[in-house]
């Protein structure tokens, strides 16, 4: 737990005079800021009230944000009965049965849950036995391309239809897709469940219960489901868009199958929600954190937005947020580049254009402040060649520690704008006040540019060309 600890948003690094923007810059923005917060929430009440929505709002997928108090609202009022109820459910049937689990989803229906495993479960979960684990399943990701040597080598990987005689050998698929059609996640369907089929040998009541679905309320999914005779189905409720929907059952089952503390994810969201709501332009990280992106694009040309995760765990938490800021408010010839970076790691790939290249970028550190593991320390030894015994105390913190400062230090030489978010850790509550920061901040920066976050229609051509050269 975080101890209910917020993150924070820290826009010190971007006050710069040539490069950057002021303090008074940045307060200068406050009504608009506030304007757009009152737009985002008034959403949600005309989602609610199945008011008619304006042509230019549409779609209006707002439901996203109280979700996480619904859920957990719910769950408290008849815990067997609610939806996170019923997820626990499965998750613990799941994890009893099988080592497995193979998530088919692509987009905002897998990066969720593939951010969720990288935070929160331990380094190498995968690689680790049943026992150390914990008994919870191993989890992959498939259904999210078409490239035939990845299926191949994970098919091979689960016994390509051998027959599962223990829990050692069963594995299960969850398979997400809101509109049920999308031709990646379907293809690999059709190929998994063959297999998984197989491997159930005459046990035909076995795959409805190894199928778990997560998708709307009608399709193409939702009927294949039917016909297999899946025990569980989990929707994607309506006004939750695909890259809002990891606080759903999208991101909160797999989750949930993995043994993270899903209450502790949404009990996050909900704390950033109050924060988004009631603090002040200046002291709320959502509207500074928008405020700043904004003023740096429209005043300096920063369209390109990096956000440099300091912790290896986070890759996939800056992957998710690349797409969701990508999909939301690329549009209309409009909208910022993002690039997640891993540091130190990319220090060594790509610090060098950060710190001397094009003057279009702005810099957003996530900084964990607590690890996970014990620090770990350099340590002494006889082999002193490397000179290493000087650091022999110092622990790897110590030393990324040293690393974020020199950083930041050599950007701010370089009047390169930076600003920096710290989370408490990488446990759920401080991933869940993350998740919800950025997609309040995409809703709020969408309204302030007067660009609809939910709408995808560019995905739609692809999707339509690409059926059609397919003859479908
Ligand atoms: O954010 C989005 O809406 C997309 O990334 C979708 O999640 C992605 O296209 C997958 O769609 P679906 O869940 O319908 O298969």
Request: charged share 25%; hydrophobic share 40%.
């Amino acid at each position: 737990m975080s101890d209910g600890k917020l993150l924070t948003y820290d826009p010190t690094g971007v006050f710069l005079a040539e490069t950057g923007i002021s303090p008074e810059d940045l307060a200068g923005v406050a009504t608009q800021l506030e304007a757009a917060r009152t737009e985002t929430m008034a959403d949600v009440q005309l989602f609610h009230s199945g008011g008619t929505v304006p042509k230019e709002k549409e779609p209006l997928d707002s439901a996203f944000i109280d979700m996480p108090n619904r859920l957990l609202a719910e769950y408290r009022a008849d815990r067997d009965a609610s939806e996170l109820g019923r997820i626990l459910k499965t998750a613990e049937r799941l994890r009893e049965s099988v080592d497995r689990v193979v998530v088919l989803g692509i987009g905002g229906s897998y990066m969720g849950a593939r951010a969720l495993m990288d935070a929160c479960c331990e380094p190498y979960f995968n690689e680790l036995s049943r026992a150390d684990r914990g008994s919870r399943p191993r989890m992959y990701f498939e259904g999210n391309n078409v490239d035939n040597d990845a299926s191949q080598g994970l098919l091979r990987l689960l016994g390509n239809g051998k027959a599962a005689k223990s829990v050692d050998d069963r594995w299960a698929i969850l398979v997400i897709s809101k509109s049920g059609g999308t031709l990646e996640t379907a293809a690999a369907f059709r190929q998994f469940l063959a297999k998984l089929q197989c491997s159930c040998g005459d046990d035909a009541d076995a795959l409805g219960d190894l199928v778990v679905p997560v998708t709307g309320t009608s399709g193409r999914l939702f009927d294949l489901a039917g016909a297999i005779g899946c025990k569980d189905i989990y929707n994607v409720p309506d006004g939750v868009g695909g890259r809002f929907s990891v606080l759903s059952a999208v991101g909160l089952l797999p989750a949930a199958v993995l043994g993270l503390n899903v209450v502790q994810l949404l009990e996050g969201a909900v704390a950033m929600n109050e924060h988004f709501q009631q603090a002040s332009p200046g002291e709320n990280a959502v509207l500074d954190y928008v405020g700043v992106s904004h003023l740096l694009e429209e005043k300096r040309g920063a369209n390109i937005r990096i956000m440099s995760v300091w912790s290896k765990a986070l890759e996939a938490v800056g992957l998710w947020y690349d797409q969701l800021l990508a999909e939301s408010l690329g549009k209309a010839e409009r909208g910022a580049t993002p690039l997640t970076t891993v540091n130190t790691r990319d220090l060594h790939s790509r610090a060098q254009q950060h710190q001397e290249g094009r003057r279009d970028k702005l810099i957003t550190n996530v900084i964990v402040d607590n690890w996970r593991c014990d620090p770990l320390a350099v340590g002494h030894s006889e082999l002193n060649q490397d000179k290493l015994n000087d650091l022999a105390d110092k622990t790897l913190p110590d030393l990324m520690a040293a690393a974020i400062q020199g950083t930041n230090q050599a950007y701010r030489d370089d009047n390169r704008p930076t600003a920096d978010i710290h989370l408490p850790d990488t446990k759920e509550h401080a991933i869940g006040q993350f998740f919800q920061m950025m997609m309040l901040a995409t809703v709020v920066e969408g309204r302030l540019m007067g660009i609809n976050p939910y709408g995808q229609p560019g995905v739609e051509g692809y999707k339509n060309n690409m059926s059609r050269i397919l003859g479908r």
